[in-house]
């Protein structure tokens, strides 16, 4: 079993290390000081070429933000540990199996309103279609023999399927 504090700590020291050069971009501050007038010729900005260094207040912000980035992206990792190791632990959802030929019913929330029924509202329509039968399986995903009046496509997600049981 894996240890949450052992993926975080990979996910931590998995991250790019901040230095000086990662903050300093020397480059693109001579392209945005150096611009082509178009009478006068270049504009050098001179106060950008005797200030190359940041102060110290501007470099502790930067180092307050990335430390706080860092902060935020460790919990973020961490969070997501927990919940692969829930999933993992508890399953993921529907995990029911249908056997090809047997009987399912369809679940009719986000399907189109010309492949559910002529109810009108969406009140009074029902909240499973069928059965339809199973015609084969697609690893999580079953192919149904559904009407092509319904105008739907035939495979659907096995979460979206119940098992029919006939009413005596």
């Known amino acids: 079993m ?13 991250r790019r290390p901040v230095n000086k050069s990662t903050v300093s971009t020397p480059g693109v501050d001579t392209l945005n000081n150096n611009e082509q007038h178009t009478q006068v010729g270049p504009v050098v900005n001179k106060d950008a070429e005797l200030n190359n260094g940041f102060s110290s207040k501007a ?29 993992d632990n508890n399953g993921r959802g529907n995990s029911n199996e249908f056997k090809v030929g047997s ?11 010309h492949g559910v029924s002529d109810f ?3 009140k009074l329509a029902p ?16 192919t149904l023999d559904i009407p092509s009046s319904m105008r739907l496509h035939p495979t659907f997600y096995v979460g979206r399927l119940q098992q029919y049981a006939q009413h005596v």
Do not use: E
């Open 127 to 142: 909240r499973f279609i069928g059965p339809f039968t199973v015609l084969a399986k697609h690893g999580n995903a079953y």
């Open 59 to 87: 470099m502790d912000f930067v180092q307050r933000r990335q430390a706080v980035i860092r902060f935020v992206q460790d919990a973020i990792a961490a969070s997501v540990d927990r919940q692969k190791l829930n999933a």
């Open 2 to 14: 894996t240890n949450i504090s052992d993926v975080s700590t990979r996910a931590r020291t998995a």
């Open 120 to 122: 009108g509202g969406s």
């Open 103 to 113: 009987l399912v019913l369809l679940a009719t929330q986000n399907l189109a309103k």
